[in-house]
């Protein structure tokens, strides 16, 4: 496994345009650092900088247990395509959530036995030469029902799916996975907003950001700490997939 690396410079596909915030994370510190990116990125929340190497004395944090959670504007959607109410996810469960923020729509997992098994595992596999930074990964690594069990195959299964009726789903970026992780919540979480993702588990989550320096390892995000790190690409983890919310949805109204 490749250790973890504190660089913030490989290729990957940013957040859309009307995505108020990307968070700082202890291992993108480097960033603020060098200024590099301070003017478009906030300023790390006092819990993610006292994480920061020791060396570092950050004064005025204040009380971590003070801290507020995050605050997450999502819409629950149902497989056709209707909006789900949220009141009862046993009875009514919604099958995916629009971040009204990021304006990114998410797959939501099942504890169901089947493709969307919360607890499925893919290696990190994409045989095109334009996309997979230079190394294509490991095809049929993980453990996994409903599909070959790796991230390419999970991908074609899920648009041929078409999950809330569509077909455009896709593994996401190191950027893109970041806005949904919510650091507030302490280790060994899920750091993630369960009442939008109420079959979570604090896993481990592929993006499909091959790590620039070797190319045989891709970004993960880590939803047991709510941080990233990098791994090879023939480890068998988590798969989330996401895709562009429409910019004017014609979403109808759940069934009465």
């Given amino acids: ?110 504890a169901e036995p089947g493709l969307q098994n919360i607890n499925n595992t893919y290696t990190w596999y994409d045989p095109d030469n334009t996309t997979n930074g230079g190394f294509a990964g490991k095809a049929k690594g993980g453990v996994c029902s409903g599909s070959d069990c790796d991230t390419d195959s999970y991908i074609k299964a899920i648009n ?38 109420p079959e979570s588990v604090a896993g481990k989550y592929w993006t499909d950001t091959t790590f620039k320096t070797r190319r045989a390892g891709a970004w993960v995000w880590r939803f047991d700490q709510g941080s990233d790190y990098v791994v090879e690409k023939s480890e068998a983890l988590n798969v989330r997939l996401t895709r562009p919310a429409p910019k004017n949805p014609e979403v109808k109204a759940a069934p009465k």
């Fill in 1 to 110: 496994m490749l250790e973890q690396r504190t660089q913030f410079h490989d290729n990957a596909r940013p957040l859309p345009n009307n995505n108020p915030y990307i968070r700082l994370r202890p291992n993108q510190m480097k960033i603020m650092i060098n200024k590099s990116a301070a003017s478009k990125t906030p300023i790390a929340s006092c819990r993610n900088m006292a994480m920061l190497l020791s060396v570092l004395v950050i004064a005025g944090c204040g009380d971590a247990s003070s801290l507020k959670p995050f605050i997450f504007d999502m819409t629950r959607i149902n497989q056709d395509g209707s909006v789900n109410d949220g009141k009862d996810y046993a009875k009514q469960p919604w099958a995916c959530v629009k971040d009204n923020q990021s304006g990114l729509m998410w797959e939501v997992k099942t």
């Fill in 160 to 197: 041929a799916k078409k999950l809330c009726g569509l077909t455009d789903w896709y593994l996401p970026s190191r950027f893109e996975l970041n806005s949904i992780v919510d650091t507030s919540i302490s280790p060994p979480g899920p750091t993630i907003a369960k009442a939008f993702f």
